[in-house]
C-alpha cells in the first residue's frame, strides 16, 4: 500500500470549515484513499473513501485531486466533537489484503 | 458499531504470564482483526482473520498468537508476556471483501506488562 504523509497536528475554530490534507504521491490506479478518525481512547471510526470521484457523506466531503496524489478531507461545520486524531490510508483493495495500515495521523483541535 | 466487546478492558500482569484477550462480535462479520496501537506508531496490525480457523500474520506478529473457532470470537494470546508488549488493544472486524471495506472497532484493552 501506498505511503501517505499527513501534518501532524492541526486547529481549526468552531464552526468553520476543517480541511485536512494527505499527501500520497506513489497512489497506484488501484488503491482507495480511506479516512478514518480516533477521538480520545475509542477505537478509530470510519468516515469517508473514495478511488478517484469526490465523495460526500453525512460526515465529510473527500476531495481527491486529478492527478490522486493528494487528497482533502472537509468537515463543513466542525465542532468541538470533532477533536480527533485523522488517519489518511491508502489501500489496494484485493484478497489478501483487507488490512488497513495507519499511521500517525493528524491531530484537530477545534478551538471554541 | 457491529455490536463488538472487548474483554478484558484493563489488564495488570507480570513478564513471563500467558495473557488472552478476547473479541466479541454479533454482527456476522466475516473479518476480524488485532492491533496495538503505542505512541508514536499510529495503530499497528497484529494478526487478522478471514474466516473460522483462517488466520494470518499483520505488521508486528512477533509474540502473539490468535485463534478463531467461531464467527463470533477472535481471540489474542500473548504466550509469555514482555513490558514491550504493554499497549492498547483494539479489535476490528469488517463484513466482507469489498471496496467499501469499512471496519468496524472495539474499545480497546489497555494492558500494562509489570
Known amino acids: 500500500d501506498a505511503k501517505t504523509t499527513q501534518p501532524p497536528s492541526m486547529d481549526c475554530a468552531e464552526g468553520r470549515a476543517a480541511n485536512l490534507p494527505c499527501n500520497h504521491s506513489?497512489?497506484?490506479?488501484?488503491?482507495?484513499v480511506y479516512w478514518y478518525r480516533q477521538i480520545h481512547s475509542q477505537g478509530p471510526q470510519y468516515i469517508i473513501h473514495?478511488?478517484?470521484n469526490n465523495e460526500t457523506n453525512e460526515m465529510a466531503s473527500l476531495i481527491i485531486t486529478e492527478d490522486r496524489k493528494s487528497s482533502t478531507l472537509i468537515l463543513p461545520h466542525a465542532t468541538l466533537r470533532d477533536t480527533a486524531v485523522y488517519y489518511c490510508?491508502?489501500?489496494?483493495?484485493?484478497?489478501?489484503?483487507?488490512?488497513?495500515?495507519f499511521g500517525t495521523g493528524t491531530r484537530l483541535t477545534i478551538i471554541p | 458499531d457491529a455490536g463488538i466487546t472487548q474483554s478484558p478492558r484493563h489488564k495488570v500482569t507480570e513478564t513471563g504470564t500467558p495473557v488472552t484477550l478476547r473479541c466479541h462480535q454479533t454482527?456476522?462479520?466475516?473479518?476480524m482483526y488485532w492491533y496495538r496501537q503505542d505512541p508514536g506508531h499510529g495503530l499497528r496490525l497484529i494478526h487478522y482473520?478471514?474466516?473460522?480457523?483462517?488466520?494470518d500474520k499483520g505488521e508486528v506478529s512477533d509474540g502473539y498468537s490468535v485463534s478463531r473457532s467461531k464467527t463470533e470470537d477472535f481471540l489474542l494470546t500473548l504466550e509469555s508476556a514482555t513490558s514491550s508488549q504493554t499497549s492498547v488493544y483494539f479489535c476490528?472486524?469488517?463484513?466482507?471483501?469489498?471496496?467499501?471495506?469499512?471496519?468496524?472497532f472495539g474499545p480497546g484493552t489497555r494492558l500494562t506488562v509489570l
Open positions: 482473520s478471514y474466516g473460522v480457523k483462517d488466520t
Open positions: 473514495g478511488l478517484k
Open positions: 476490528a472486524t469488517a463484513k466482507s471483501f469489498s471496496s467499501y471495506n469499512e471496519q468496524f
Open positions: 506513489t497512489i497506484s490506479g488501484n488503491e482507495y
Open positions: 454482527e456476522n462479520h466475516r473479518y
Open positions: 490510508i491508502v489501500r489496494v483493495t484485493n484478497f489478501g489484503n483487507e488490512k488497513l495500515t
